[in-house]
């Protein structure tokens, strides 16, 4: 077990996503391009209040815990989440990443996501990183291609969402090929 603390970047910081993160959060994650490819939607402001009421309880790297920090601007603004899936042989984390449209485009995910890397193999010592996305999802995969994962498969109709199959590929990176 340990304790969160501030991630701060050149131009970012990341901590717990909690109750102050309520409104944005909200309404970036409602929006329909970006809960495409997202298996998770608040319905209403209640819905988003709370996960982020049993998101600020988790405690960090406990096994089989999902973990969600805001990826903020320095002026404090939400430009997206985080997520970190602490896997239950406490060696390895699955990552996920959401960002507001009009944070895109500006490199903050990659910034985000390769200090989240650092925090996971450097601070908490994982061995192995994954990255699950949709096949489709085209910035996503260019995003963990250019932080160095890899393509370790392709499943077909194995990830059941909204009453449809879809495609699931998965990417990962061991601690040792991370710079």
Excluded at 9 to 24: G, Q, S
Excluded at 64 to 83: E, H, I
Excluded at 116 to 132: A, C, E, P, W
Aim: charged share 25%; proline share 3%; aromatic share 14%.
């Amino acid at each position: 077990m340990s304790n969160f603390d501030m991630i701060i970047t050149d131009r970012l910081f990341i901590r717990i996503l909690d109750m102050r993160d309520r409104d944005a959060f909200f309404s970036y994650r409602t929006m329909p391009e970006v809960y495409k490819y997202q298996s998770w939607k608040p319905e209403n402001r209640d819905d988003a209040e709370n996960f982020l009421t049993a998101n600020m309880a988790v405690v960090p790297n406990t096994s089989d815990s999902w973990l969600q920090l805001a990826v903020c601007l320095k002026d404090g603004s939400l430009a997206g989440d985080v997520g970190i899936h602490f896997l239950e042989d406490g060696f390895q984390a699955e990552i996920g990443y959401t960002f507001s449209p009009e944070y895109q485009r500006k490199g903050y995910a990659a910034e985000a996501v390769s200090a989240v890397m650092d925090y996971l193999f450097i601070q908490l010592n994982k061995h192995r990183i994954t990255g699950s996305v949709d096949p489709d999802n085209l910035r996503s995969i260019k995003l963990l291609e250019g932080l160095g994962f890899r393509k370790e498969a392709h499943f077909v109709k194995s990830y059941r969402m909204n009453d449809q199959w879809y495609d699931d590929c998965v990417y990962a990176m061991l601690a040792d090929e991370w710079k």
